[in-house]
Structures are given as structure tokens and as C-alpha cells.
């Protein structure tokens, strides 16, 4: 049976897990009853190059098309040709998970051939010990991998790269001029081994429609090879683009050339244009009806957004639906030994979202104008858990990515409470704003139903330019945050700053100081910098002078217009402290340096920190005011307890006390109270277990206390026997 649309993601994204948007188009076409197919042709790309035959080719292919002169590192990639051929196919399964032996061959240093990348290789030791076998050839392999990838680049593609190909024409690209001349040059062999897949895929599918997604720069011209070859092979088709660069970078499109690839582009969120799109191609509606969607009308750019169509709600758009995908044949990699990178490279990840747009949506250098960050929709916590379940029979894995701008804390508290009271056996991770609402009670209940990790803007570590960026957070709120997350053993990755409007070299050290204290205190286990960008849609790019930048040009450009160029006149000169911050970020991530003095990591001139040396460590010795409260929920997460009464005496006395003995699953822990106490307790746990439908208040496990004739709650409830339960799952949330 052919399928109506046919969606593509092209290469490349990440090799170890599909881009979801595909896959959340196919599950609401499902909902409508359309038939679809879809295909991450970046995998398909890699697995055809990366195989005994695609390295048989490939050295082929350079043998007969030489280039003048190759460097020492590539010729010897080229004198080594046989062991490539001869291990690839090993190395990519055990990427896959399917040869985990091989393992120990690997970590050997003698069965890879070794270029260049192995150079640059971290301290293995530190970073995987003296077990970590698995990993430790993940990483190897990795740097296998990336050897071949400089020998296609030099020799081959110059544009080639594992999840960014042909980046550079599409960056910050005004004009469509490089891109236009670029698809105007013979296929590459990337381009040629692209084509092929495509070329098999289109006559099998044999849409009426191809919906291709082009989320980052390094998916773009890519996407235009697809469009260009259908339009020549399948006059008829139609081809339409979208995802989350047209979103951001195409909303002032009016280079007419853009539409000899493809036909259509439409713009944020996908279901609804999709729809009325198809139905245009299949003449049951007119172009009036379209949304959100550009084209081309007697050789001019034109739009169309039919404001009376309304887009769908969340719980309208149906479950992702990953079928058709090779979700067994995809590549864990480890590139850079940093635990979340790991988490973004290494294993299969299921992708979700907890709600549409963003709960704060203030930041000043974020898209906050655009529907993807301005519409907040979140999804009953209930139904994620029923879409958590559907995905997980349909892949077979349990781990999930919510791809949250970033996750609300109530939802996730409920969240986690409904995969706890389901039982369902899950890991996750997600991005936050680090706000007090994550207590430490919270960040407990959030691991107990397996989350791992979480990453969240620290952005520029400081508070006067936190203000300027409105995040609604200190640096010392940041720090107790994320204290609760490390001790309640989930890993923190925080995103980083430098170069925002008006920010000095002080200012940049002095952030430097605040990363460096969190990293010695522990609470804080991955980081990363970046250079601020202006942006189109954000409140700095659409009001530059409030915060006393500068654009270099007014000039709008015919294609891409979402970075801006600026000067910053009274800021620092920001690009040149960006080596000095990330070499010494990747010294903390292993521990070391951190007693360095911060001018060594700069080979100018910079400003003593003005941070006094203990600020982190006051910061969390600070009281958190405010945050159980009498309404707060409390609830047991534990196994409930053996009670006993046991006679004690001491010098010819004797009295009773109830024994409480708790099964954690480590340990068997006991407490002892006095029988009224006792029996009480034993009670009230009972009522206040996950798994009740009733949510008890702590003001109301006060009055039952009172009700049982007790007296001095917040003594006994504050005493030692009660915290220890806190260690086996009291939680006041």
C-alpha cells in the first residue's frame, strides 16, 4: 500500500537517537488517518559509508580521484586503508550494541588503527577507571570514527561532518547566493550516497507528498539535494520543508530561488499546516486555506496563515509514533568525555515533550515573540504517562528525553508521582530553570521515579546580568538548587554564558570564580559555554539599544535573518576569553585545577575576581525561607513498616516503646518511639502512601496527630525518628 506523505530528516542530527519530528508528525497524521512513512536519512547515510563496502568504495573512490597533496595524518589513514576495511563493520556493531566483546579487543590500543583524534585523547583512566571497558571503547571507537571523518573531509566532502554537514553555508546565511551556488555544483560522494537512499526510499513510498524537517543549520542543504532530486525524478510530487530552521531563520523569506528545491516551507508548530497543506495537494482545499505557509505566486515569495484555522491543543496531536525507523541499527558514540554529552550521544533516547512553549518565558536573549517558546500548553501528567507507555511498547526502551524548553516543576512533581504509582521502570532527563521550587524533598521524589540528570541555564553567572536577562534566578538560589539535585543523585549540567550585552572583562571572571566555587563544592557536575547570540526574535535583537548594543547593519537579508551581527560598545572584548573559559571548565569536569589562580588561564591581561572565595559555601549554608509550608503535600514513598511494642528497663524501670523497623532496599532501618507515637505513626504512613488516592496536606497529618490526642507536633515531627524517615521516602512536596 503506498503512503500518502513520506517524512524526512536529513542528514545529519545525532547518530545515536532519531530527531523526533518526524516522529510526531506520524503520530498525528495517525490520528487522522493518514497514511505516512518516515526515514532518518542520516543514519541510512553513515551505516552505507561506515561498512566494509562503503570503506571499500570510499578508498577506492580517492585512489582514482587524488588530490594534489594530502596531509601526513590523511596518508596515514590511507597506508592503513586495510585494518579500516577490516574492522569497521565490527566497530559499527558494537556501536549499535550488538558486539559488547569486542569491548576488551578495543580498549587494548592494538586492534584499532589510530590517527590523529587519538592525539587528543582525555585521560582514560579518570574518565572511564579501571571497569569501564564499555565505555572506554565507545570513546576509542569514536575517535576511529572521527579519523575517517577528516580523511572524507580533506579528500572527499569538505562539508562532511557526523551532525553538521554543509553547516557553514546555512549559518547566519542573509543571502541564499553560497547555498544557491553550492546545489548548483556536481553531487559530492555524500551527496551521491544520499541520493541513492533517497532514490530507493521514493520507489517504495511513492508519496503524494515529502514533508522534510530541517531543525539545525547542519540539516539544511542536505534537505535542499532532497527537494532538488525529487523535483527533477517526481515532477508531480510535492515537497514542503519545515522545522526548526525555517522557524526561527526564514520568517522574512523573499529570495524566490528558494523554491526551484522545494515547494512549500510552513513555519512552527507542524500539525495543523501539514494538514491543510496535503489537503491542498489533493485539491480538497484551496490555497486560502493554508497555514502558516510560504510558496511561490507568479514568481514572488507569498504568505499564507489562515487565521481562522486553529492549531491543535496537546493532548489533540496523538503519540509519537517511531515506526519505519531503524531504531535498533543507530550509534552510541562517546566524543567528549562529559557526562551530559555522553547523555546526548550515548544510547537510545525516546523524545518527549512535558509542555509546548516555555512556563517563564522572560528570558531576554530568547525566541520568547515566536509560538514555540510564547504558547505554554502543558500535558496532563497522565497522558504523558499513557504516551510514555505506548512508546515504550512500540521501541522496546525505557529511557526518555523531555525536550522541554524548560520542564515546569509542578508537572514534573506530578509526573513523577504517576510513573511511581504505575510502576513503570524508566530513566529520564530534562532541562530546567533553577528555581527554588526544586526543594530538596522535590529532587527526591523526581529521582525516585529515575530521573538522572537535568541541564539548566546558570547563563552568565552573575546577578546583574541575571537581572538583565531576566531569569528570575540568583547565583546563590542556583547553588542551593543544585545541591538538592547532587545529593539527591541526579547530575547537573549547567549552560553558560559569556558575551551578553554590557558584560565586562570583570564580570566574565567573576562568573568564571562562581563556576569554579560550585564545581569545588560538588554541586555541580557538567558544564558548557557559549558565546551569546543576538537574535531576531528575542528582546535584545527586537530592542538593541535598552541594552546598549549596537546591530552592524539594518539591513534585512532575502533568506536567513535570525542572528544578527552586533557591537557591543562598553561590554569587554568578549571572543577573546572564550579559550581561556573552556579550557579551564574541562580542568574542573575532571577535577583538577581548581585551586589554579583564574589569570593563568588567560594569556592577556584580566581583572582580579571581586567573589569572595567562600561565597558558594555561604550561599548554601543560608536558610531556604518559606519553602514547606502548611499546604504542602506529604506523601511516603517507602515500604510500610513491622511495628512492635518491646519492654525496656534500666535500673529496676521498665516502659514500652513501639519499634518501627523500615526494608529500604539497602538496609533495614529502625526507629523507636513512644507507643502513642508509635501506633499513630504506623497509621498515618499507611494513609499517606504513594499509591492512596488521598494527597494528605502537612497541616493535615497535623490535626490527625492532634485528633489521636498527642501533643507538640512540631517537636515530635522534627525530632530525629521522624528524619530518618525522611531518608526512607517522607517527603513534603
Known sequence: MSKTVYLITPPFTQLNTPYPATAYLKGFLNTKGISSFQSDLGIEVTLALFSKQGLTDLFSYIRHHPTAAVSENIARIIALQDDYIHTIDAVIAFLQGKNPTIAHLIVKRDYLPEASRFAQLDDLHWAFGSMGNQDRAKHLATMYLEDLSDLIMECVDSHFGFSRYAEKLSRSANS????????????????????????????????????????????????????????????????????????????????????????????????????????????????????????????????YNNSTCQDYKQHQVGTPDYGDLLLNDYISAIEVVNPMHSLWSDGRWNKLTMAHGCYWGKCTFCDISLDYIRIYEPIAASLLCDRMETIIAQTGQTGFHFVDEAAPPALMRALALEI?????????????????????????????????????????ASDRLLGLIQKGITVAQVARVNRHFTEAGIMVHAYLMYGFPTQTAQETIDSLEMVRQMFQAGILQSAYWHQFTMTAHSPVGMDPAKYKVEKETEAIGTFANNDIMHIDPTGADHESFSYGLKKSLLNFMHGACLDYPLNKWFEFKVPKTSVAPDYITNALMEEEPGTIKPTSKVIFLGKQPALEIVTKSKKGNTWEMASLTFQSKKEAVNIRVDPPQGNWLAGMLRELDVNNGKTYTLQEVKQSYETAGLEDFELFWDNKPVNTLHKLGLLKL
Open 176 to 303: 541564499f547566493d553560497e547555498l544557491h551556488e553550492a546545489l548548483q555544483q556536481p553531487f559530492t560522494y555524500i551527496d551521491e550516497l544520499l541520493i541513492q537512499i533517497l532514490q530507493r526510499r521514493m520507489e517504495e513510498v511513492q508519496p503524494q507528498m515529502v514533508a522534510i524537517s530541517v531543525p539545525f543549520p547542519g540539516n539544511l542543504y542536505a534537505a535542499f539535494r532532497c527537494g532538488q532530486w525529487i523535483k527533477a525524478h517526481y515532477p508531480t510530487v510535492k515537497v514542503a520543508m519545515g522545522g526548526g530552521f525555517p522557524n526561527t531563520e526564514l520568517r522574512s523569506l523573499s529570495d524566490a530561488r528558494v523554491f526551484e528545491y522545494i515547494d512549500y516551507i510552513t513555519l512552527d508548530d507542524g500539525e495543523a499546516p501539514v494538514e491543510n497543506l496535503l489537503g491542498f495537494v489533493t485539491g480538497d482545499k484551496s490555497r486560502a486555506d493554508l497555514k502558516r505557509t510560504f510558496l511561490l505566486e507568479e514568481g514572488a515569495v507569498k504568505y
Open 420 to 460: 511511581i504509582k504505575r510502576k513503570l521502570n524508566v530513566s529520564w532527563w530534562t532541562n530546567v530553570r533553577f528555581e527554588k521550587s526544586f526543594t530538596r524533598d522535590l529532587c527526591l521524589l523526581l529521582k525516585a521515579s529515575g530521573c538522572i540528570a537535568i541541564s539548566g541555564g546558570l547563563e552568565v
